[in-house]
């Protein structure tokens, strides 16, 4: 398996931008599909991006709440997955994890039972 570890998240004003980032150990990310999910108080963990490996072009796929918001991308030289959040919402206000699977699953999924790895999540509150 892989270790994942994220950071980045904070307290920002409704409109304001924070960079989330995910960090993994081994020297096989490259291989590894990787997303961002969140889970608000007394909600389900829901899907918010997702970013396929480099051989597949680094295709990209965003839930309908963000899109044209968040952007993620990804940088296999320092094993790290970014999150560049914009305009937040408060209803943007939950806490993120990183996720990853080494499995061949085109587009990238959406489910969390697609993903083995997980962080253990960063913080992200966004005030009105």
């Known amino acids: 398996q892989v270790q994942l570890v994220e950071s980045g998240g904070g307290l920002v004003q409704a409109g304001g931008s924070l960079r989330l980032a995910c960090t993994a150990s081994?020297?096989?990310?490259?291989?590894?599909?990787m997303a961002w999910f969140r889970q608000a108080p007394g909600k389900e963990r829901e899907f918010v991006a997702g970013?396929?490996?480099?051989?597949?072009?680094?295709?990209?796929r965003y839930a309908d709440s963000v899109k044209g918001r968040f952007t993620i991308d990804r940088d296999n030289a320092k094993n790290t997955v970014y999150l560049q959040t914009n305009d937040l919402k408060p209803d943007d206000t939950a806490v993120y994890y990183c996720?990853?699977?080494?499995?061949?699953?085109?587009?990238?999924?959406?489910?969390?039972?697609?993903?083995?790895?997980w962080g253990q999540g960063t913080q992200v509150t966004v005030s009105s």
């Open positions: 996720a990853a699977t080494a499995l061949p699953i085109l587009p990238v999924p959406t489910t969390t039972t697609a993903y083995r790895d």
């Open positions: 081994g020297r096989t990310f490259s291989n590894y599909v």
């Open positions: 970013i396929l490996h480099s051989v597949s072009g680094k295709t990209t």
